[in-house]
């Protein structure tokens, strides 16, 4: 009996080994292998927006059957995690070759030399920036002057609005199309909202007996406290309060977070939340997303951007009219106007094909495939046709996102350094606001800890 | 082992010593592998992290020293007392409760039954992960949808944003993990119980004592050691929780769910703080340390009284 | 609490009256209707402390039932039937994405995500790391706590104790240095880098094994040495088969802890290739579009990662039931 003690033990003993073994052999650093340039290369392509998966697939498909020798692998993180893992990946070198970055980020990568510029793809003219919707290629361009990344889509921000409780609640499409606010009494913008409200006893938000702690139905909903940035939430009614972020963009180093246009803003933001009409952030936050709220009949309209539009038509039982947004003090219909652009690792071991990857990412070839997915509209100007078709094939009429654009009212996103501290302080900040338990003066002291970061 | 006093002769001193060199030496074989994974994997990390905890490292490029920078700019964080208030909050609710209801839970299995298929059922959330737990129990109370929050406005109590609300965020939290440790601990529980000799419960019974009496006559004074163990074992458990909140609310809203091991967290993988984090982790340590010692000098009063 | 307890030592008759003094003799209807009202009362007392008992159960079950629920409805109609108790909208759709049987379009037209969930190799991967762990770092811990009990060598006793404030030491402080060393040592999303810190020891295991020696009578061994048994033999074959019961019982306590383990995981093994259940779970739930979790797929998922160890349990129950026992009593 003590012999088989033994032997099992020796035999236990020796299969740890052989997994060990076995696992060692079988995992890999996960980013490039392949030997020198010519032989087969293996890119790995991070992204975090799972329905633009399917359209870059065809992309990197159709890249690979020009570059035969360049195979791209893509692999997606849900946005909560993406920059965890990014950052683990490029610690560790088994992060992605190329990835989809934001602008709110790449100032951090590139001032931490994580990223490679890549002015060399433009001068080679294996990129031509002239193709490009004006504004969006000089935002990729840092602080030191270098290029890191060419242009791929561009968004807006809209109204979604269910047009079954427009129909109910009487609204026209006049009087959708043409509201107004400002931030004394909200103008007919938030008439609507009220009207839009609906408590539990069927009464609206603008009739007398609304009971604002029963509602069933949100004139307008919430999907966070926006943050620093506020580009779905609240920086369209601020811009058109002629407000803006910082004094500069980008780059901006002394931030206007305690201005009274925009305390003013956010006190009647925060406003819509105490009257019923919106919900609070515990509400709002407690579970399901806005679009699954939406579709659920919990919210009546949103302020949402482009890239969400396919999403919300995907709901079953909603039938969604897109509105644009309203106009504001300074006559302005105003928007976030955001792109997004691929950076390269700088510990990529396959820097010249990572090249060749974003330029044909960055190429009319491939914003033409993925404007047909109707999902964002591209940067490449001569490509906005193929995407508003794509969406008018599917029943979804995209006029109001042109209206800033049309109109001259968007707004670059903010590009800065520290956007990381930066929302560390603000998103508690606005967190608090909009749970209703601190006033919107407390952004004033949370603009100096902010400015505080750039030396101010 | 008692060691001989008077001096033995050269012959058998020698062989003691050949002795003692084989047993040192098959001693030290035995404990190598070990020492080499405290070494590496606790000792080094520890010094490396006090080394740490006084540099500006970005993980990217190298530590520089600067002295008690870290330190300071600790004292100063109001998040950082924050996370240490909400950790507490934490790990008092979670806790109390937690031991409360595994007492009764241990003595009503002891006076009821001895299945195991209770006692299977009971333990069947410990073997689940933390992470597995707090989603579902992040989908069942959502505000919206949650089969929870129907209940409650099915009760007519109103629907309550449990993940959402600064004010029941933590509680909240601190509950689903009660859910989930609560048949471990009352299990444990449920073993010291049956130390307890039957005798004695029949002969308090024959004078008449009830339930409740015999629960703190009997089962209390000779539960306390386990009950002791329990407790110590627990908090420093529950001081580190990290899973639960990840999954749930990231530490929001507004920071109050940001506990400790996930403000660490936050620091080192999303602010690339790594200095400021290894501080913060030398903060904890030294918290933990405290509590530590309490258990070990409980524990080691508990020995002298078993044995 | 005070550092001074009363301990199990101390004299229980202290505690309730001797029975002799009080078995007085009653009047027998007296005692009659005692013994009615106690039998009435303890009746009354174990029916409510069913109904608690039962409440418990459901209360604990109810959360698996859910997930099962779940699991087997349509993300749509979720948001629409949320107070029934049944599955809404029958499907089993959320299962197969997380085997990776759906198609990307088939997926994101359920509202889950286009990606898809490698199920098998997450479970391998949980099964390498946990089976890893277990096996080594018992095997390791058992032999160093053969040396703490039994054997003499100078430092013994220092060296325990060093062992001893291992446990003192948080995961989290030694976590992040452990995270660089492994960035250096280029095992960064590999198994070895997973299971490394905690492969040759676990402070927790050498303490509790080292206990249970300490309580083994020497005359076996003593009797061993003297026809000549070097101290391997020893261990391996007169220690470690009285030791079986707390061996399994540490090793099924390791198992468990090592498949829930999330923390580590995540930071060192996020690469599909090396990604256990937990993480892929986290990013699971991360991964659909704008942050409104897949649910039927979600819980699908949780579902299939919990089955795993409750099929351990099923099948190992009853020692994992006692095996809380002892770590209870040491």
């Known amino acids: 009996m003590m012999w088989k003690r033994r032997r099992t033990l020796v035999v236990a003993a020796s299969t740890a080994a052989a997994l060990l073994l076995a696992g060692c052999s079988a995992s890999d650093g996960g980013g490039a292998e392949g030997g020198a340039s010519g032989d087969a290369v293996q890119l790995s392509y991070w992204l975090w927006d799972s329905n633009q998966q399917p359209g870059y697939q065809q992309c990197v498909d159709a890249f690979t059957v020009e570059n035969p020798n360049i195979q791209v692998e893509i692999t997606q993180y849900g946005w909560d995690d993406y920059w965890t893992t990014l950052t683990t990946g490029l610690v560790s070198g088994g992060g992605p070759d190329v990835f989809i970055s934001h602008l709110n980020r790449y100032p951090e990568l590139y001032t931490k030399g994580q990223i490679l510029p890549i002015d060399d793809i433009v001068e080679s003219g294996a990129a031509d920036l002239s193709i490009y919707r004006e504004g969006l290629a000089d935002l990729w361009v840092g602080q030191d002057g270098k290029r890191y990344g060419l242009p791929k889509d561009f968004d807006t921000i809209a109204i979604f609005a269910d047009q079954a409780m427009l129909d109910d609640a009487g609204i026209t499409a006049e009087q959708l199309n043409s509201m107004a606010w400002n931030p004394d009494d909200g103008g007919t913008y938030e008439e609507v909202i009220a009207h839009l409200t609906v408590d539990a006893n069927g009464v609206r938000g603008d009739e007398a007996g609304f009971d604002k702690s029963n509602v069933a139905v949100y004139g307008l909903g919430l999907n966070s406290s926006g943050g620093p940035s506020g580009q779905t939430e609240w920086a369209q009614y601020a811009f058109s309060n002629g407000w803006q972020h910082s004094d500069t963009n980008p780059w901006g180093e002394s931030f206007n977070f305690g201005d009274p246009e925009f305390v003013e803003t956010i006190a009647w933001f925060q406003s819509l939340a105490a009257k019923g009409y919106m919900p609070t952030l515990q509400i709002a936050s407690s579970g399901i997303g806005q679009a699954d709220a939406y579709g659920a009949g919990k919210y009546a309209m949103v302020t949402e951007g482009s890239w969400n539009t396919k999403t919300y038509f995907a709901l079953d039982g909603v039938t969604t009219t897109i509105a644009p947004v309203p106009e504001g003090p300074n006559g302005q219909r105003a928007s976030m106007f955001n792109g997004l652009a691929d950076n390269i690792a700088a510990n990529t071991k396959h820097p010249e094909e990572a090249k060749k990857l974003v330029a044909f990412l960055g190429s009319k070839t491939c914003e033409d495939i993925t404007a047909a997915q109707g999902i964002a509209f591209p940067a490449v100007v001569s490509s906005l046709d193929i995407s508003l078709k794509a969406f008018a094939d599917q029943g979804i009429d995209t006029a109001a996102f042109q209206v800033p654009i049309d109109e001259g009212s968007t707004y670059l996103a903010p590009v800065a350094n520290n956007w990381t501290e930066i929302t560390a302080i603000m998103t508690p900040a606005m967190d608090a606001i909009m749970s209703l338990t601190a006033d919107p003066e407390s952004l004033v002291a949370a603009n100096e800890q902010v400015n505080a970061l750039f030396g101010n | ?307 | 609490m005070s550092a001074k307890v009363p301990g199990g030592g101390m004299p229980v008759t202290a505690l309730v009256p001797a029975p002799a003094q009080s078995s007085a003799r009653l009047p027998s209807a007296d005692v009659a209707s005692n013994d009615r009202r106690r039998r009435r009362q303890s009746r009354l007392g174990r029916a409510a402390a069913w109904a608690v008992m039962i409440l418990l159960m459901l209360v604990t079950l109810f959360p698996f039932y859910w997930m099962l629920r779940t699991s087997l409805s349509t993300n749509g109609a979720l948001a629409v039937n949320s107070s029934n108790l049944l599955p809404a909208e029958f499907s089993v759709n959320g299962w197969k994405r997380v085997f990776g049987l759906a198609t990307p379009e088939e997926a994101l037209a359920d509202g889950g995500s286009g990606a898809s969930l490698n199920f098998w190799i997450y479970l391998r991967n949980s099964l390498v790391v946990a089976t890893v762990t277990t096996v080594v770092q018992t095997f390791f811990s058992a032999l160093a706590a053969y040396a703490f009990a039994r054997l003499r060598w100078p430092g013994r006793d220092a060296v325990f104790f060093l062992f001893l404030t291992a446990l003192m030491v948080p995961p989290i402080f030694t976590i992040l240095p452990n995270f660089i060393l492994i960035r250096d040592l280029g095992l960064l999303n590999t198994y070895l880098g997973i299971v490394l810190p905690g492969l040759l020891m676990a402070p927790f295991s050498v303490f509790f094994l080292r206990q249970f020696f300490l309580g083994i009578p020497r005359e076996l061994e003593e009797a061993a040495k003297l026809d000549g048994a070097g101290y391997p033999r020893v261990f391996f074959r007169i220690i470690v088969p009285m030791s079986v019961a707390p061996i399994s019982t540490l090793a099924i306590l390791t198992y468990i802890g090592s498949w829930n383990d999330y923390f580590w995981p995540l930071l060192v093994g996020k690469a599909e290739n090396v990604r256990v259940l937990t993480v892929a779970l986290g990013v699971f739930r991360s991964q659909t579009p704008q942050g409104s979790p897949d649910w039927a797929g979600l819980m699908a998922a949780t579902f299939v990662s919990a089955v795993p160890i409750l099929i351990l349990f099923a099948v190992l129950g009853r020692r994992v039931i006692n095996s809380i026992g002892f770590t209870g009593l040491k």
């Open chain 2, 1 to 307: 082992m008692t060691h001989t006093v008077a001096p033995p002769s050269v012959a058998a001193r020698g062989s003691r010593r050949f002795a003692m060199r084989r047993e040192t030496r098959a001693a030290l074989l035995f404990v190598a592998p070990a020492a080499l994974g405290f070494s590496v994997f606790t000792l080094l990390p520890a010094i490396r992290g006090v080394y740490y905890s006084f540099t500006d490292f970005d993980v990217f490029q190298p530590a520089k020293l600067i002295g008690t920078g870290n330190y300071e700019r600790l004292f100063a964080d109001a998040v950082f007392w924050n996370a240490l208030k909400v950790t507490l909050e934490y790990v008092v609710i979670n806790i109390g409760f937690q031991t409360v209801f595994a007492l009764g839970v241990a003595v009503l299995m002891h006076r009821l039954t001895q299945s195991m298929l209770v006692r299977g059922i009971i333990l069947a959330p410990y073997l689940i992960a933390n992470v597995v737990v707090a989603l579902v129990w992040f989908w069942i109370l959502d505000y919206q949808i949650g089969i929870g929050n129907e209940f409650l406005a099915w009760l007519g109590v109103g629907r309550q944003p449990f993940f959402g609300d600064q004010n029941l965020a933590i509680p909240t939290i601190a509950m689903v993990n009660v859910w989930r440790h609560l048949g471990y601990t009352a299990l444990l529980l449920f073993a010291g119980l049956q130390t307890i000799p039957k005798e004695l419960y029949e002969a308090a019974a024959i004078d008449g004592a009830s339930e409740w009496k015999m629960f703190w006559r009997v089962t209390m004074p000779l539960l306390r050691p386990v009950l002791a163990l329990v407790l110590i074992v627990s908090i420093i458990g529950s001081f580190q929780t990290f899973d639960t909140v990840a999954v749930t609310t990231q530490g929001g809203p507004v920071n109050a769910t940001r506990v400790i091991y996930y403000y660490i967290y936050d620091l080192a993988f999303n602010r690339y703080d790594f200095g400021y984090a290894s501080a913060m982790s030398v903060a904890l340590f030294v918290l933990l340390a405290g509590v530590s010692l309490l258990q070990l000098r409980m524990t080691r009063a508990n020995q002298s009284d078993l044995s």
